[in-house]
């Protein structure tokens, strides 16, 4: 069965400073994708980034990347430039290729605190 | 404005009390689901739904029945709600493509808190 770990559930990090946050998965499939959600205290899930499993290259959105290391099979985000509005709860997630399900598989959640 | 919506946003009730949560969502998208949230234990989807008329297990269905009798509606019915179905809920849609994975919208949350 597919699963997700996030072994960090709680980080910090001041203003400006990048933090990186990690998760691996387990899978026996190749074709699948993996994203990072935000939950901020509104509890809204929000996609930061997403990385199709097939792609060499990392994905970036703006102050955020993702580190994909496909034969480890780990998926940390990284975000740069930290700003206090990036305090929330991020959760690392899995899925299939096309033509499944189409269900998330979640980790357990990293709560990330920004220090002014 | 594109959403999936909802309803009731929190939610206070009593062992045994049937009870429904309702979610609709306007951007046409065949694809429904149903997901709550623990701490410690991310997201686990319940439910889910390919369209009309097409619904099935997720990995956590004991206790809920869903239906999907029109396209933008997916209610979440807990026919006797019990004290371990209190939890955080989500609702979520996307269209389904054959060529690419696409992103998953979510619903603000239901609070659920069954005494």
């Known amino acids: 069965a597919q699963t997700v770990t996030q072994s960090q559930p709680e980080m910090s990090v001041q203003e400006a400073e990048t933090v990186t946050l990690s998760c691996t998965y387990d899978?026996?499939?190749?074709?699948?994708?993996l994203f990072w959600y935000k939950q901020p205290p509104s509890r809204q899930m929000i996609l930061v980034i997403r990385q199709e499993a097939y792609k060499q290259q990392n994905a970036t959105e703006n102050r955020f990347s993702v580190n994909f290391q496909k034969a480890a099979k780990s998926f940390s985000l990284k975000i740069s430039d930290s700003q206090l509005g990036d305090a929330a709860m991020y959760f690392c997630a899995y899925s299939f290729g096309p033509g499944n399900t189409g269900k998330l598989i979640f980790g357990q959640g990293t709560t990330l605190q920004v220090k002014p | 404005e594109a959403q999936v919506t909802q309803n009731p946003r929190y939610l206070i009730t009593v062992t045994g009390k049937k009870l429904t949560v309702t979610c609709s969502q306007n951007?046409?998208?065949?694809?429904m689901s149903w997901y709550r949230q623990d701490p410690g234990l991310g997201l686990r989807q319940i439910y889910y739904?390919?369209?009309?008329?097409?619904?099935d297990k997720g990995d956590v269905p004991e206790g809920y029945k869903v239906s999907r009798k029109e396209k933008r509606n997916f209610p979440l019915i807990l026919e006797s709600p019990s004290p371990n179905q209190t939890s955080l809920y989500f609702c979520?849609?996307?269209?389904?493509?054959?060529?690419?994975?696409?992103?998953?919208?979510f619903g603000p949350g239901t609070r659920l808190t069954v005494l």
């Open positions: 979520a849609s996307r269209t389904v493509t054959a060529s690419s994975y696409n992103e998953q919208f």
């Open positions: 951007m046409n998208h065949e694809y």
């Open positions: 739904s390919m369209n009309v008329e097409v619904t």
């Open positions: 899978t026996s499939e190749s074709d699948y994708y």
